[in-house]
């Protein structure tokens, strides 16, 4: 499976953008995806996670009420709608899956997105 992540850009403070990871295969749609965003010279950081199904979601303490993950599996696609953006989120996105329902931290994702920048003016 291969994931593809798009839609970072440049954008104001306040403002939004929508990420999207797009999978090649239809399996995608059984396993549990999770965005990260890493800054140079920091480790990559779990942003937010879905299950499978789209019912279960988890968010870094940071990004909570901000950010929304979401899946349409009809797609292949798993989204990261982010809003109230600040200079802080800049960062490269990754999208990542486990080939598992649910997600778990403490496990190795098994395929990554290749990232996307997402760059934050104040």
């Known amino acids: 499976v291969q994931l593809q992540a798009f839609g970072g850009g440049l954008v104001q403070a306040g403002g939004s953008l929508t990420l999207s990871c797009t999978a090649s295969?239809?399996?995608?749609?059984?396993?549990?995806v999770a965005w990260f965003r890493q800054t140079p010279g920091k480790e990559r950081e779990p942003v937010a996670s879905i299950n499978s199904n789209g019912g279960a979601t988890e968010y870094a303490d940071s990004v909570k009420g901000r950010f929304t993950i979401s899946r349409a599996n009809v797609k292949n696609t798993v989204y990261l709608q982010m809003n109230s953006l600040k200079p802080e989120d800049t960062a490269v996105y990754y999208c990542?899956?486990?080939?598992?329902?649910?997600?778990?931290?403490?496990?190795?994702?098994?395929?990554w997105g290749q990232g996307t920048l997402v760059t934050v003016s104040s």
């Open positions: 295969h239809r399996t995608f749609n059984n396993y549990a």
């Open positions: 990542a899956a486990q080939t598992r329902g649910g997600w778990d931290l403490s496990a190795a994702c098994n395929y």
